[in-house]
Protein backbone atom coordinates (compact mmCIF):
# COMPACT_ATOMS: atom_id res chain seq x y z
CA UNK A 1 0.00 0.00 0.00
CA UNK A 2 1.27 3.83 -1.07
CA UNK A 3 1.28 5.99 2.07
CA UNK A 4 -0.26 9.50 0.84
CA UNK A 5 0.16 12.92 2.46
CA UNK A 6 1.17 13.04 6.14
CA UNK A 7 1.85 9.28 5.75
CA UNK A 8 4.43 9.37 3.14
CA UNK A 9 7.40 8.52 3.83
CA UNK A 10 10.44 10.49 3.82
CA UNK A 11 11.96 11.37 0.69
CA UNK A 12 15.76 9.94 0.95
CA UNK A 13 18.70 11.64 1.95
CA UNK A 14 22.37 10.63 0.41
CA UNK A 15 25.86 11.39 1.62
CA UNK A 16 25.83 14.05 -1.48
CA UNK A 17 28.10 16.52 -1.66
CA UNK A 18 27.54 20.45 -3.19
CA UNK A 19 27.72 23.76 -3.27
CA UNK A 20 24.65 26.31 -3.51
CA UNK A 21 23.91 30.01 -3.13
CA UNK A 22 22.80 33.16 -4.58
CA UNK A 23 24.72 36.55 -5.34
CA UNK A 24 23.23 40.39 -5.84
CA UNK A 25 25.06 42.38 -7.35
CA UNK A 26 25.55 46.02 -5.43
CA UNK A 27 23.39 48.10 -7.47
CA UNK A 28 20.82 45.54 -7.97
CA UNK A 29 17.14 46.97 -6.54
CA UNK A 30 15.63 43.02 -6.18
CA UNK A 31 15.23 42.42 -2.40
CA UNK A 32 16.37 38.70 -2.07
CA UNK A 33 13.99 36.74 0.75
CA UNK A 34 15.65 34.04 2.48
CA UNK A 35 15.70 31.27 0.33
CA UNK A 36 18.92 29.11 1.29
CA UNK A 37 16.94 26.74 3.89
CA UNK A 38 14.97 25.77 0.47
CA UNK A 39 17.84 25.47 -1.36
CA UNK A 40 20.01 23.27 1.46
CA UNK A 41 16.43 21.48 1.66
CA UNK A 42 16.78 20.45 -2.21
CA UNK A 43 20.78 18.90 -2.35
CA UNK A 44 19.04 16.44 0.43
CA UNK A 45 22.34 15.37 2.06
CA UNK A 46 23.23 13.85 5.02
CA UNK A 47 25.73 15.33 5.59
CA UNK A 48 26.53 18.64 7.56
CA UNK A 49 26.27 22.20 5.48
CA UNK A 50 28.12 24.92 6.34
CA UNK A 51 26.57 28.05 5.65
CA UNK A 52 28.54 31.71 4.49
CA UNK A 53 26.52 35.06 4.71
CA UNK A 54 27.07 38.45 3.25
CA UNK A 55 25.39 41.26 3.10
CA UNK A 56 24.61 40.80 -0.93
CA UNK A 57 24.68 36.82 -0.82
CA UNK A 58 24.31 33.49 0.87
CA UNK A 59 26.46 30.49 -0.35
CA UNK A 60 26.62 26.63 1.63
CA UNK A 61 28.59 24.06 0.70
CA UNK A 62 29.32 20.17 2.13
CA UNK A 63 32.84 21.22 1.49
CA UNK A 64 35.66 23.35 2.60
CA UNK A 65 35.29 27.25 2.97
CA UNK A 66 37.29 30.45 3.35
CA UNK A 67 36.40 33.57 4.03
CA UNK A 68 39.00 36.81 4.27
CA UNK A 69 37.56 40.09 5.81
CA UNK A 70 38.66 41.95 2.87
CA UNK A 71 35.39 40.34 0.67
CA UNK A 72 36.31 37.58 -1.21
CA UNK A 73 34.81 34.47 0.27
CA UNK A 74 35.37 30.55 -1.96
CA UNK A 75 33.56 27.61 -1.43
CA UNK A 76 34.44 24.12 -3.06
CA UNK A 77 33.99 20.39 -2.91
CA UNK A 78 35.84 17.68 -5.04
CA UNK A 79 39.42 15.89 -4.79
CA UNK A 80 41.14 18.80 -6.23
CA UNK A 81 44.61 19.27 -6.39
CA UNK A 82 47.25 22.26 -7.72
CA UNK A 83 50.20 22.31 -9.96
CA UNK A 84 51.85 24.57 -7.46
CA UNK A 85 54.01 23.52 -4.62
CA UNK A 86 53.11 26.85 -2.69
CA UNK A 87 49.46 26.06 -3.32
CA UNK A 88 49.36 22.45 -2.43
CA UNK A 89 51.39 23.07 0.90
CA UNK A 90 48.45 25.69 2.11
CA UNK A 91 46.05 23.44 1.29
CA UNK A 92 47.61 21.22 3.25
CA UNK A 93 48.49 22.87 6.06
CA UNK A 94 44.91 25.58 6.24
CA UNK A 95 42.46 23.73 3.57
CA UNK A 96 41.41 23.89 -0.21
CA UNK A 97 39.23 26.74 -0.05
CA UNK A 98 42.18 28.79 1.62
CA UNK A 99 44.59 27.50 -1.41
CA UNK A 100 41.98 28.75 -3.93
CA UNK A 101 41.29 32.20 -2.47
CA UNK A 102 45.42 32.53 -2.27
CA UNK A 103 45.61 31.58 -5.99
CA UNK A 104 42.48 34.08 -6.77
CA UNK A 105 44.01 36.66 -4.97
CA UNK A 106 47.33 36.24 -7.00
CA UNK A 107 45.88 35.12 -10.40
CA UNK A 108 42.30 35.73 -10.80
CA UNK A 109 40.44 33.65 -13.08
CA UNK A 110 44.00 32.20 -14.36
CA UNK A 111 44.01 30.18 -10.90
CA UNK A 112 42.52 27.74 -13.25
CA UNK A 113 44.99 26.82 -14.80
CA UNK A 114 46.58 25.62 -12.01
CA UNK A 115 43.85 23.56 -10.77
CA UNK A 116 43.28 19.93 -11.69
CA UNK A 117 40.90 16.99 -10.27
CA UNK A 118 37.64 16.90 -9.02
CA UNK A 119 35.72 19.89 -8.08
CA UNK A 120 33.14 22.46 -8.83
CA UNK A 121 33.74 26.22 -6.36
CA UNK A 122 32.22 29.57 -6.54
CA UNK A 123 34.54 32.83 -5.95
CA UNK A 124 32.45 35.66 -4.07
CA UNK A 125 34.45 38.93 -4.59
CA UNK A 126 32.60 41.28 -3.33
CA UNK A 127 34.91 44.03 -3.71
CA UNK A 128 35.46 43.73 -7.26
CA UNK A 129 31.30 42.85 -7.46
CA UNK A 130 32.29 39.74 -8.88
CA UNK A 131 31.39 35.89 -8.50
CA UNK A 132 33.18 32.77 -10.68
CA UNK A 133 31.87 29.53 -10.37
CA UNK A 134 33.67 26.79 -12.25
CA UNK A 135 33.33 22.92 -12.47
CA UNK A 136 36.52 20.61 -13.05
CA UNK A 137 37.89 19.66 -16.71
CA UNK A 138 36.16 16.13 -16.91
CA UNK A 139 32.88 17.34 -15.73
CA UNK A 140 33.16 14.99 -12.26
CA UNK A 141 30.69 17.19 -11.09
CA UNK A 142 28.09 18.98 -11.85
CA UNK A 143 27.02 22.64 -11.24
CA UNK A 144 23.49 24.41 -12.89
CA UNK A 145 23.13 28.47 -12.54
CA UNK A 146 20.39 30.70 -13.23
CA UNK A 147 21.45 34.58 -13.97
CA UNK A 148 19.81 37.60 -14.38
CA UNK A 149 21.07 41.45 -14.41
CA UNK A 150 19.62 41.33 -10.82
CA UNK A 151 20.71 37.51 -9.20
CA UNK A 152 22.09 34.77 -9.80
CA UNK A 153 21.51 31.15 -8.41
CA UNK A 154 24.13 28.42 -8.40
CA UNK A 155 23.86 24.68 -7.32
CA UNK A 156 25.17 20.91 -7.86
CA UNK A 157 21.83 20.02 -8.69
CA UNK A 158 19.35 21.33 -10.76
CA UNK A 159 16.69 21.52 -7.81
CA UNK A 160 19.06 23.23 -5.81
CA UNK A 161 18.66 26.05 -8.15
CA UNK A 162 15.16 25.87 -8.71
CA UNK A 163 14.08 25.96 -4.99
CA UNK A 164 16.26 29.58 -5.13
CA UNK A 165 13.34 31.31 -6.80
CA UNK A 166 9.53 31.12 -5.22
CA UNK A 167 8.11 31.13 -8.71
CA UNK A 168 6.94 28.26 -10.37
CA UNK A 169 9.51 26.89 -13.28
CA UNK A 170 8.65 26.74 -16.87
CA UNK A 171 9.40 23.69 -19.22
CA UNK A 172 11.75 24.50 -22.18
CA UNK A 173 10.31 22.97 -25.33
CA UNK A 174 14.13 22.73 -26.86
CA UNK A 175 14.67 20.98 -23.69
CA UNK A 176 12.29 18.36 -24.04
CA UNK A 177 12.63 17.82 -27.75
CA UNK A 178 16.37 17.12 -27.04
CA UNK A 179 16.08 15.27 -24.25
CA UNK A 180 13.65 12.85 -26.01
CA UNK A 181 15.63 12.84 -29.41
CA UNK A 182 19.14 12.27 -27.74
CA UNK A 183 17.85 11.36 -24.55
CA UNK A 184 19.86 13.56 -22.85
CA UNK A 185 20.17 16.89 -22.61
CA UNK A 186 23.55 18.80 -24.48
CA UNK A 187 25.31 21.28 -22.12
CA UNK A 188 24.81 24.11 -21.17
CA UNK A 189 21.03 23.20 -21.58
CA UNK A 190 17.98 22.15 -19.35
CA UNK A 191 14.71 21.17 -19.36
CA UNK A 192 13.56 24.81 -18.36
CA UNK A 193 13.88 27.82 -18.74
CA UNK A 194 16.48 30.03 -17.91
CA UNK A 195 18.25 26.72 -15.93
CA UNK A 196 21.43 26.22 -17.21
CA UNK A 197 24.25 23.56 -16.77
CA UNK A 198 28.24 24.67 -16.84
CA UNK A 199 29.77 22.45 -19.47
CA UNK A 200 33.03 20.97 -18.35
CA UNK A 201 36.41 22.58 -18.25
CA UNK A 202 34.13 25.90 -18.14
CA UNK A 203 33.50 28.66 -15.58
CA UNK A 204 30.99 31.49 -15.47
CA UNK A 205 31.95 34.83 -14.25
CA UNK A 206 29.33 36.89 -13.38
CA UNK A 207 30.78 40.71 -13.55
CA UNK A 208 27.89 43.40 -12.70
Known amino acids: MYGTGEDSPP ?28 MRDALQTQLPINNVVGP ?3 IATTGSSHQI ?13 FRSKDLMDLAEKRGIATA ?9 QDIFKLLFGS ?6 DTQAN ?20 EILHFGSSANTVLAGNEDKPTLLNQGIYNYLYFHMVPCPGSVYNGLKKLPAAHYIDYDK
Open 69 to 81: SEGTTVIMVGRPY
Open 130 to 149: RVIIAIDRLGQEALYYRATD
Open 11 to 38: RSKFRRHGILGWYTPVDSLIRTMNRIGA
Open 119 to 124: FCCAII
Open 56 to 58: RFE
Open 100 to 108: LSSGYAEYS
